[in-house]
């Protein structure tokens, strides 16, 4: 008897097989004469979404909220959310931060745009940036592969050695902020074409901070003006 495994399906794929057992069960249910029940009108209301309902969904739903039930007073919020933060730092902006706390988030990424356009990195972070551009990104790779190959990546162009600390002050500008949200512990971006500044959380521990700026070095490839969001785990 299997007692345990591992396996790794395309979304659509799950999404699809999760697809068929509602309508299955809804099916069933109608032979038995149950009908209009709740998970058949939200079925039905999920099937006839448009694409921009079907985003705000989605949207609601990774801030912890029910999208046709509970989202309705942070709809203007969500939507706000999506209009100015296109792509990233939008990706990370409704797992992180806290409904009740979204319009003081987003104004604190409004104002951290602004300090990252005026930063100033350190000289050596251009070299690094146009270094780890030319990275090559393997095809069907798994998230943490991702990331792994972007880190080595960032050691070869700065000439680090696996076992040693990497010396992220050359590549890498830091600015302290109040937080919004405990959430969102910081906000990055490039500078033209000489790397990356990092809006910190004002007073986070040093190891935490230089986990941020480790993560914001692995995006030195990125477009200038391009922005994303560091967060913590919400629970």
Same mark, same amino acid.
């Given at each position: 008897?299997?007692?345990?495994?591992?396996?790794?399906?395309?979304?659509?794929?799950?999404?699809?097989?999760?697809?068929?057992?509602?309508?299955?069960?809804?099916?069933?249910?109608?032979?038995?004469?149950?009908?209009?029940?709740?998970?058949?009108?939200?079925?039905?209301?999920?099937?006839?979404?448009?694409?921009?309902?079907?985003?705000?969904?989605?949207? +609601?739903?990774?801030?912890?909220?029910?999208?046709?039930?509970?989202?309705?007073?942070?709809?203007?919020?969500?939507?706000?959310?999506?209009?100015?933060?296109?792509?990233?730092?939008?990706?990370?902006?409704?797992?992180?931060?806290?409904?009740?706390?979204?319009?003081?988030?987003?104004?604190?990424?409004?104002?951290?745009?602004?300090?990252?356009?005026?930063?100033?990195?350190?000289?050596?972070?251009? /070299?690094?940036?146009?270094?780890?551009?030319?990275?090559?990104?393997?095809?069907? +790779?798994?998230?943490?592969?991702?990331?792994?190959?972007?880190?080595?990546?960032?050691?070869?162009?700065?000439?680090?050695?696996?076992?040693?600390?990497?010396?992220?002050?050359?590549?890498?500008?830091?600015?302290?902020?109040?937080?919004?949200?405990?959430?969102?512990?910081?906000?990055?971006?490039?500078?033209? /074409?000489?790397?990356?500044?990092?809006?910190?959380?004002?007073?986070?521990?040093?190891?935490?901070?230089?986990?941020?700026?480790?993560?914001?070095?692995?995006? +030195?490839?990125?477009?200038?003006?391009?922005?994303?969001? +560091?967060?913590?785990?919400?629970?």
């Amino acid at each position: 008897m299997l007692s345990q495994g591992e396996a790794f399906s395309p979304r659509e794929a799950v999404a699809g097989e999760l697809a068929r057992l509602i309508s299955e069960v809804l099916t069933r249910l109608a032979e038995r004469g149950v009908t209009d029940t709740p998970l058949a009108e939200e079925w039905a209301a999920i099937r006839q979404a448009d694409p921009e309902e079907i985003d705000f969904c989605l949207a +609601a739903a990774r801030l912890g909220l029910d999208p046709y039930v509970e989202a309705g007073p942070y709809g203007q919020l969500i939507v706000k959310a999506a209009e100015e933060l296109r792509g990233n730092p939008l990706g990370d902006f409704p797992d992180a931060v806290d409904p009740a706390s979204m319009q003081d988030a987003l104004e604190r990424i409004r104002a951290a745009r602004s300090d990252i356009a005026q930063g100033r990195p350190p000289e050596a972070a251009g /070299d690094l940036r146009r270094a780890v551009r030319a990275r090559s990104v393997v095809a069907g +790779a798994m998230s943490w592969e991702t990331g792994w190959n972007r880190a080595r990546a960032v050691r070869r162009a700065a000439g680090a050695a696996e076992d040693e600390a990497f010396p992220l002050t050359r590549y890498v500008a830091g600015v302290d902020r109040r937080a919004a949200d405990r959430g969102l512990q910081a906000v990055g971006g490039t500078v033209d /074409d000489r790397g990356p500044v990092v809006v910190l959380d004002q007073g986070r521990p040093a190891d935490l901070q230089r986990f941020t700026l480790s993560s914001v070095a692995g995006a +030195a490839a990125d477009p200038p003006g391009h922005a994303h969001a +560091a967060k913590a785990a919400r629970t």
